[in-house]
């Protein structure tokens, strides 16, 4: 059953139409790597998957839901309990340690203190960054702070992992670091990724490769 | 300067961003404004001492007055001689009190006749058409009547009131009935005419004030193809003893420096605008120079020299300062339309001698307002102007430039020392009387240092977010525990408007209850009666000698103190003379002596003396001004001559500014022969009903003001409130101004971290919660620069209270905190900051995701 559908999907920036009636679906766990040249309107789509951003025509739907008719409250509580980001600049909150920007989504969530604290440490393990774990975001590497962001990302136990180029701004051993471990913790967590990349070989990690250009998926099954 | 690239770079940047360039502009033309508008309503309130020749007809070239009283009439022909260099114009002044609208009315006498030319009057003058001269004579005809009155147009137009109608008053205590004989009209290129000014021909306003053959001042033009030094050596040798002559400026500075302490005051409270503006402004330009850093960079990087750079930013904050000035100076011509008549009406209530309705724009004071504006807006910019131009490339391309922490500690340290600094300079021991520029310098040193040292509160109310456990406080507070420039000079600026606020309420309270304190112990009189619309020393009404006796003969009155006051003329300053019984004083009343405890033997041997050896109590300002001490003998000018008396007390008074002499009634009535009197105090017999007396007495003299104790207090309050109320008005400008920052700041900030805002809304965080957050931040900004404010306040107060106003003006006042208005302020400030914050957190935490994804897409 698909986790994540989109219909005819249009959206515009005043005149220009960014994407142009797309359609897609993810399953439950499945690896979806979206790849096209710049400006074609991957990370738009991410966007509205992961409803941050609302389609001007068509429909998506997220675990059966239509992200179109939520309120901006339902999008907020779906975007908390079912979709985890990851960015490719991080976006780590600087105020907040590697440990409590891990937190900052279960806390979201109101998990209790007891919980909040064991989901964490097992997800710094599984990340490796338990030496770092009190650091501050300007004292992490590249690297660590993706990997910190892949744990706040899978911290809620999202159905599905939207990521933004996550190996953009990395070296070649920290990017390939950090695919392995986004394989492995979806896998192990069963939650669905979308993953937007210029990378041939971060796209051999996933299911499938869609080819997007001027707004339409060009190639792969949908 | 700049070249075509820096009109490139200066102009489309402007438009780009288009709301930043406006705000930056509005923040200077505020503060130019509101600069200006004081200035100028101040102007036209105090212009109006300048008296009747500006109003309605030509200006004088001199004034001739006497050193003390009136002139007299009768010595007027010894002016003849110079009729062929001069014009001179008698005059008389006297006040009517409307009881029907409570309003005070200055009556001036002039030959209208003579100067039948220069004035207007609604009844002869049909527009369009040449004056009838039979109609002209018939008027000259009427207003000769010894009840007819010229009046003002506003004040026809107000109480719609025409030619032949009737306007019932009282003169003094007597009731009085005037007709309207003409309407005066304003005059193309010359001053407004004041509302509350009632002109009558010479002989009509003796008649009236019941003042036969008396003048107060003649009025002198040179002729044409004379020359002033004609009329000066004209007239030397030629005036009588006792007649001074002097010219129209020193008339007007006398009224200039009867509102100094007014003046002053506001003149301050209309620097608070600048001042904070001028924070705006720096924030304004560090931003804008830190949103085009990559600019400055890529600049460098092409080999573009710093210097260069430099010219850029300062060209455009000459550019934003002109516009901001420019429209400034407008808006502020406009503003003081509005406050004038508050102004106006304080100067009136109490001076007793203004009613300006609308201000003039003064080439000069528009272009100081321009100047500072300008200015203010050039030093806003230097310093972000330098950092663009010698921060290496490399520096300003690195990220997370724009929300880099500030040195706060090092802020801290040097504000801290600044007031310090400035907290010493103030308190120097021992200065001379009238010297206190080094209170102004500490009065700035304390703004600016205090200012400085808000910075450092953020880390402290920051703190708490160090353990926080909910991620709202984290995000909220942590922030401020590196707090950035934005953080700082919102905070400053804050810091700078409830800093003034706080001082200047502390001063007003202070001075309130020091005055009434003042007054409860002084005034232990049941009673106090004068003539109806009496207000303040300068009160040109008086009770003839003969109501006075009646009143003291009155079966419920123990005793009676007479009080009379008298400008004149002292070591070429104006000052007043004022006679009491000392007798009645000293076992019924109480006086302030400074250094004594009772007044009582003083007053005493005071009266015992007598015209012998004349002894004299100088009030704390008049000693101040004159430079004299307990012990110290002066001259006084008398229609007689000279007479000699002693400074036997110094003694407390809040009542005026320009000092005043008080010697023994018989004494004055010796010099003076003048046995009216300005006020008597009526000390009743025990058992006696006050209230019953009072209502009594009022009846049966409907021209006569009876109040009680409470009564006079309740009156101080009154005017204390009338005084205070367009300073609390500019306080408010000055919260408005730093709120806006501080809006400025948050957004500023919001914009900075909408990476932040935009991972929040990402992991699902909703509008509310992030506004939440951002809201919090602010607050924690508002409160670091109110709580700062009020600190900075409080020592600003402590150099208002114990250093500048005794310095300036001689007052000794007693410090008190005003705890309800401090409360209020600092309630207000966080209430206004919430008002303000909150849409713009709400806006900020909806930061456009399209433009997120439109840039990523």
């Known amino acids: ?222 | 300067m700049t070249g075509s690239l820096g009109r490139r770079l200066i102009l489309r940047a402007l438009w780009r961003e288009k709301g930043r360039a406006l705000l930056a502009m509005l923040s200077v033309a505020l503060g130019v404004s509101v600069f200006l508008s004081i200035r100028l309503a101040n102007r036209a309130a105090v212009a109006s001492f300048e008296g009747f020749a500006n109003g309605v007809g030509q200006g004088s070239d001199a004034v001739v007055r006497a050193e003390v009283g009136p002139l007299d009439e009768a010595a007027l022909p010894r002016l003849d001689a110079i009729r062929d260099i001069a014009w001179v114009r008698p005059i008389i002044e006297g006040s009517f009190y409307r009881a029907r609208s409570k309003e005070a009315f200055q009556i001036l006498g002039t030959d209208l006749v003579g100067i039948g030319n220069s004035v207007d009057s609604a009844a002869p003058a049909q527009s369009g058409s040449a004056p009838d001269p039979s109609l002209q004579a018939r008027f000259f005809e009427s207003i000769q009547n010894s009840d007819a009155v010229m009046i003002s147009g506003a004040f026809a137009k107000s109480d719609h009131l025409l030619p032949g109608a009737a306007i019932q008053g009282f003169v003094n205590e007597r009731p009085v009935t005037l007709h309207v004989a003409g309407i005066l009209l304003d005059a193309p290129g010359r001053p407004a005419l004041q509302r509350n000014l009632l002109v009558m021909d010479l002989p009509a306003a003796q008649e009236t004030l019941q003042r036969p053959g008396q003048l107060d001042r003649l009025e002198l033009g040179v002729r044409e193809g004379a020359s002033p030094q004609q009329l000066d050596s004209g007239l030397r040798g030629m005036l009588p003893k006792n007649w001074v002559l002097e010219a129209p400026e020193q008339r007007a500075s006398s009224g200039k420096t009867m509102t100094a302490a007014f003046r002053f005051n506001l003149t301050i409270l209309s620097l608070i605008a600048l001042a904070v503006g001028a924070y705006l402004l720096f924030q304004a330009f560090d931003a804008s120079v830190n949103r085009r850093r990559e600019t400055w960079a890529t600049l460098h990087a092409l080999g573009c020299e710093p210097a260069r750079v430099l010219r850029f930013v300062m060209a455009e904050a000459a550019l934003l300062g002109s516009l901001g000035s420019g429209l400034g100076i407008f808006l502020g011509w406009l503003l003081a339309q509005g406050s004038v008549r508050s102004i106006s009406q304080t100067v009136a209530g109490l001076y007793g001698a203004s009613s300006a309705t609308h201000a003039n724009l003064d080439p000069g004071e528009g272009l100081l307002a321009g100047a500072i504006g300008f200015l203010v807006c050039l030093l806003a910019a230097w310093i972000p102007a330098r950092r663009a131009a010698h921060t290496p490339p490399v520096q300003l391309l690195a990220r997370g430039g724009e929300t880099k922490p500030t040195r706060w500690v090092l802020f801290t340290l040097t504000g801290l020392a600044l007031t310090g600094a400035g907290a010493t300079l103030a308190f120097l021991p021992t200065l001379p009387p009238g010297v206190a520029w080094h209170a102004y310098v500490a009065s700035v040193l304390v703004l600016l240092g205090g200012s400085l040292a808000s910075v450092g509160l953020m880390p402290l109310l920051g703190a708490p977010g160090t353990a926080a456990r909910g991620w709202n406080a984290r995000l909220a507070l942590r922030p401020l525990r590196r707090p950035t420039g934005r953080h700082g000079f919102a905070a400053a600026a804050l810091a700078v408007a409830v800093g003034m606020a706080t001082g200047m309420g502390v001063m007003v309270q202070s001075f309130e209850r020091t005055v009434q304190t003042w007054i409860g112990g002084n005034l232990r009189a049941d009673l106090y009666l004068a003539p109806l619309g009496s207000v303040g020393a300068a009160s040109q009404h008086r009770l003839p000698g003969a109501l006075a006796d009646e009143l003291a003969a009155d079966p419920a009155v123990l005793a009676a103190d007479r009080f009379q006051m008298l400008p004149i003329h002292l070591r070429g300053q104006e000052t007043l003379l004022g006679a009491g019984d000392f007798l009645v004083h000293a076992q019924y009343g109480h006086v302030a002596i400074l250094g004594a405890e009772d007044a009582a033997p003083i007053l005493l041997q005071m009266h015992r003396d007598g015209v012998a050896h004349v002894g004299a109590m100088a009030s704390e300002t008049f000693s101040r001004r004159f430079g004299v001490r307990v012990g110290d003998g002066m001259d006084i000018p008398t229609p007689d001559g000279l007479r000699h008396l002693s400074i036997r007390a110094i003694y407390a008074d809040y009542g005026n500014e320009r000092g005043s002499l008080i010697v023994d009634r018989p004494v004055f009535y010796q010099w003076f022969h003048d046995e009216r009197c300005a006020s008597v105090a009526l000390y009743l017999k025990p058992g006696q009903d006050r209230a019953l007396v009072a209502q009594r007495l009022g009846q049966r003299h409907a021209g006569l003001q009876v109040r009680s104790n409470a009564d006079l207090r309740e009156q101080v309050s009154f005017v204390f409130r009338q005084t205070f109320a367009i300073t609390y008005a500019l306080e408010i400008i000055g919260l408005a101004v730093a709120l806006a920052g501080l809006v400025q700041a948050l957004l500023g900030l919001a914009m900075a971290r909408r990476g932040e805002i935009w991972t929040l809304r990402a992991l699902g965080a909703s509008e509310g919660e992030i506004a939440g957050v951002l809201l919090g931040e602010g607050l924690g900004v508002a409160l670091a620069g109110t709580l700062g404010g009020l600190s900075i306040g409080l020592v600003l107060a402590q150099i208002l209270v114990r250093v500048l106003n005794p310095q300036v003006f001689g007052w000794t006042l007693r410090f008190s905190l005003p705890w309800g208005f401090l409360a209020l302020l600092l309630g207000l400030a966080l209430f206004s900051a919430t008002a303000a914050l909150l849409p713009a957190a709400r806006w900020a935490a909806r930061l456009n995701a399209d433009r997120e994804a439109e840039e990523g897409a």
Do not use: Y
Not at chain 1, 74 to 103: M, S, W
Not at chain 1, 107 to 133: H, Y
């Open chain 1, 1 to 222: 059953m698909a986790i994540l559908e989109g219909h005819g999907i249009v959206r515009r920036f005043g005149s220009r139409a960014v994407l142009q009636g797309l359609s897609l679906a993810v399953e439950a766990g499945e690896r979806v790597a979206l790849l096209g040249p710049s400006g074609c309107g991957k990370t738009t789509l991410l966007h509205l998957l992961g409803g941050l951003d609302r389609a001007d025509e068509g429909e998506v739907r997220l675990d059966g839901e239509d992200l179109a008719a939520a309120t901006p409250k339902r999008l907020a509580q779906l975007r908390r309990e079912k979709v985890g980001t990851i960015f490719q600049f991080f976006h780590l909150i600087p105020t907040l340690t590697a440990r409590e920007n891990v937190e900052l989504s279960l806390q979201l969530l109101r998990w209790k203190p007891e919980a909040i604290r064991g989901r964490v440490d097992e997800l710094i393990r599984a990340v490796g960054i338990e030496s770092r774990a009190e650091a501050w975001p300007s004292e992490l590497s590249g690297g660590e702070m993706q990997r910190i962001a892949v744990a706040r990302a899978l911290a809620a136990k999202p159905l599905v992992l939207l990521a933004d180029e996550p190996t953009g701004n990395l070296d070649r051993a920290s990017g390939e670091s950090v695919l392995a471990l986004l394989k492995d913790l979806t896998d192990r967590e069963n939650t669905a990724l979308v993953m937007v990349t210029h990378s041939e070989s971060a796209a051999s990690l996933c299911h499938r490769t869609l080819r997007m250009l001027d707004g339409r998926i060009v190639e792969g099954s949908l």
